[in-house]
């Protein structure tokens, strides 16, 4: 097995620094193009989260833990599971709280 020499010449068409330059451009563009193909999730107009915990749909709707995860399991309110918890979409939430809300369920 031969050994490396640290110490022999290489050929470099362009200065060290050029080249950091020019990686950090290259890496600097694809973090962009990754970004533009990455979609965001929607968020309220004030900038809260799209997405509510149980306990929150809990405080919003006035009902237990158990309630909610029977309305989830009927499908009444869609959920989606990241990692070990749970989340509802603030959207449809808010949507099935103007349904109760209307005029005709009062």
Do not use: H
Not at 43 to 59: H, I, M, R
Request: hydrophobic share 35%; aromatic share 8%.
């Amino acid at each position: 097995m031969s050994e490396v020499n640290n110490n022999a010449p290489f050929l470099l068409i362009q200065k060290p620094q050029e080249l950091i330059k020019l990686f950090e451009g290259l890496i600097d563009r694809k973090i962009r193009e990754i970004r533009a193909l990455t979609p965001t999730p929607p968020a309220s107009l004030a900038g809260e989260s799209p997405y509510l915990s149980t306990k929150d749909v809990q405080k919003i709707f006035n009902v237990s833990r158990q309630t909610i995860n029977d309305w989830r399991k009927s499908g009444l309110l869609p959920s989606i599971k990241i990692k070990s918890r749970r989340y509802f979409i603030r959207d449809q939430v808010q949507a099935l709280q103007q349904k109760w809300v209307s005029p005709g369920n009062q």
